[in-house]
C-alpha cells in the first residue's frame, strides 16, 4: 500500500512539474500583455489594458487578423472538402488510385517546413502567381491535407459497415445510405478535422512567408516583422489571441465530443 501510495505521490509530483513547466510561458506572455508600461517586464508593475486597446484599435494589426482568420478558414474548408471524397473513397472501395491519393496528399505533411515552403514559392513563382492571399490558402490546405485524411479515416473505419448493408437492403440508394448512415456518423470527425487545420494554419508562420512574403501579413509575419524593430506587449497580445482561440476551439470539441474517441482511441481508458 505504501509502495502504491510513493507511486502515485511521484507520478503527480511529475506531472505537475511537467505541467507547470509548459503553463509558465503562457502565463509570462498573458502578464506582460497586461503591463502598464512598454517593458517586456514580469510580473506586470501596474495593470492596464493598453496594448488590448492599442492592438484592437491598430489598423495594421486589424488587417493581419483579418486575413489570418480568412486564411485559415478557407484553408481548413478546402482541406477538409478535398480529403472526404478520397478518405471515403479508400474506406468504401479500397481502390489503390484513392489509397495512392491518400497517401500524395499525407506526404506534404511529413516533410520539413522549409522544403515545403521553397516548393510551394517556386510553383506560384513559375506560374506568376505572386503574392495572393489564395495562394496561401491552397498552400496550408495542400500542405494540412494528413490532418483531415487521417482523422476522416479513422471515422469511416468506426462505421459499421453492416448497417449500410441493412440501408441498401431496405432499397436505399448509395446517396440515401450515405446521407443516413455515413453523414451522421462522420459529422464529429468533419468538425474535428476543420477545428484542427484551422488552429495549425492560424499558427504557421514560414509556408505563408514564402509564398505571399510581406504582401500578405498574417499575424505570425506581422509578429515577426515587429520584432526585428524591438519588442512591445502588442506582439504578447497577439500570442494571447493565439492562446484563447487554441483553447476555445479544442475545449469546445472536448465539450461537446469524446475527444480521444475522435483522434482514434477505440476502447475505454480503464481496459
Not at 150 to 157: D, N, P, R, W
Not at 213 to 219: A, D, E, N, V
Request: net charge positive.
Amino acid at each position: 500500500m505504501s509502495r502504491n501510495l510513493i507511486s502515485t505521490g511521484a507520478q503527480r509530483l511529475f506531472m505537475g512539474l511537467v505541467a507547470a513547466f509548459i503553463a509558465t510561458p503562457l502565463v509570462v506572455v498573458a502578464g506582460v500583455s497586461f503591463n502598464a508600461t512598454r517593458r517586456m517586464s514580469f510580473p506586470p508593475r501596474a495593470f492596464s489594458l493598453t496594448w488590448y486597446r492599442e492592438f484592437f484599435t491598430d489598423a495594421d494589426w486589424m488587417a493581419s487578423l483579418r486575413a489570418t482568420l480568412t486564411i485559415s478558414a478557407c484553408a481548413a474548408l478546402l482541406a477538409v472538402i478535398v480529403a472526404l471524397p478520397i478518405a471515403y473513397a479508400v474506406w468504401r472501395y479500397r481502390s489503390k488510385v484513392s489509397q495512392a491519393m491518400a497517401g500524395v496528399g499525407a506526404s506534404l505533411f511529413l516533410l520539413p517546413g522549409v522544403v515545403v515552403a521553397v516548393m510551394f514559392s517556386a510553383l506560384w513563382g513559375v506560374t506568376g502567381h505572386i503574392g495572393r492571399i489564395e495562394n496561401v490558402i491552397v498552400s496550408h490546405a495542400a500542405v494540412f491535407l494528413g490532418i483531415p485524411l487521417s482523422l476522416l479515416a479513422v471515422g469511416f473505419e468506426s462505421i459499421d459497415r453492416g448497417l449500410l448493408e441493412a440501408a441498401r437492403t431496405m432499397g436505399a440508394g448509395e446517396t440515401d445510405a450515405f446521407r443516413m448512415v455515413v453523414r451522421p456518423a462522420m459529422t464529429p470527425y468533419i468538425v474535428c478535422a476543420l477545428a484542427y487545420v484551422f488552429v495549425l494554419s492560424m499558427n504557421e508562420y514560414l509556408i505563408a512567408y514564402m509564398v505571399a512574403g510581406f504582401t500578405i501579413q498574417t499575424l505570425p509575419i506581422r509578429i515577426f516583422t515587429n520584432m526585428r524593430a524591438g519588442y512591445e506587449p502588442t506582439m504578447c497580445v497577439a500570442a494571447v489571441l493565439f492562446m484563447v482561440v487554441g483553447f476555445c476551439v479544442f475545449g469546445a470539441l472536448a465539450a461537446i465530443g469524446d475527444l480521444p474517441r475522435l483522434m482514434g482511441r477505440q476502447r475505454p481508458l480503464h481496459d
